[in-house]
T-cell receptor, first 108, second 113 residues
Framework: AQRVTQPEKLLSVFKGAPVELKCNYS??????LFWYVQYSRQRLQLLLR??SRESIKGFTADLNKGETSFHLKKPFAQEEDSAMYYC??????????FGTGTSLTVIP | ETGVTQSPTHLIKTRGQQVTLRCSSQ?????VSWYQQALGQGPQFIFQ???????GRGNFPPRFSGLQFPNYSSELNVNALELDDSALYLC????????????FGPGTRLTVL
């Protein structure tokens, strides 16, 4: 069965420090992985997708099929990065499976 | 270009009642997905509609049903409400089937007493 696991509910880092939000998945097919972000009092929005291999707001994520992981990384955290982050898997039938989310706080 | 809107913002119902939640998709989008987000959890996929037909369904009972209209607005109907149905209900529209950028609405907070 498909599953997305985000082991950290809360994560705090200091401004300027590197940040890594962990995501592991379970899926028998070819996975499509995404990161969504929800800033305070805003709606959920797409941050990045693995297929684009893009860097958005300094964030990158590499799909590691061997470790079934899609961790989100940023070398230097900024205060405006404080938000709720969700990892999501797109499965057959256009169904999206979301993890439980990680709340990131960047301490000034 | 208008964003995804949902109504109502909040709703309180009692157990056993029925509820209808509404979603207006982003202009030009013909695919809509509905999610249930319980407190402290990620969104859970309920179902997706494409051109007025159900196009995928998650692990939700038949008392969760939906409709999509020719103007691509949609409804989520829940019958025989249970306490565990209390959650934030999100809809998300997508430009066309097969694309993966979902645009989320602000959600409807449903409380079942």
């Amino acid at each position: 069965a498909q599953r997305v696991t985000q082991p950290e509910k809360l994560l705090s880092v200091f401004k300027g420090a590197p940040v890594e939000l962990k995501c592991n998945y379970s899926y028998s097919g070819s996975p499509e992985l995404f990161w969504y972000v929800q800033y305070s009092r805003q709606r959920l929005q797409l941050l990045l997708r693995h297929i684009s291999r893009e860097s958005i707001k300094g964030f990158t994520a590499d799909l590691n099929k061997g470790e079934t992981s899609f961790h989100l990384k940023k070398p230097f955290a900024q205060e405006e990065d404080s938000a709720m982050y969700y990892c999501a898997l797109k499965a057959a039938g256009n169904q999206f499976y979301f993890g439980t989310g990680t709340s990131l706080t960047v301490i000034p | 270009e208008t964003g995804v809107t949902q109504s109502p913002t909040h709703l309180i119902k009692t157990r056993g009642q029925q509820v209808t939640l509404r979603c207006s998709s982003q202009s030009g989008h013909n695919t809509v997905s509905w999610y249930q987000q319980a407190l402290g959890q990620g969104p859970q996929f309920i179902f997706q509609y494409y051109r007025e037909e159900e196009n995928g369904r998650g692990n939700f009972p038949p008392r969760f049903s939906g409709l999509q209209f020719p103007n691509y607005s949609s409804e989520l109907n829940v019958n025989a409400l249970e306490l565990d149905d209390s959650a934030l209900y999100l809809c998300a529209s997508t430009g066309t089937i097969g694309t993966d950028t979902q645009y989320f609405g602000p959600g409807t907070r449903l409380t079942v007493l």
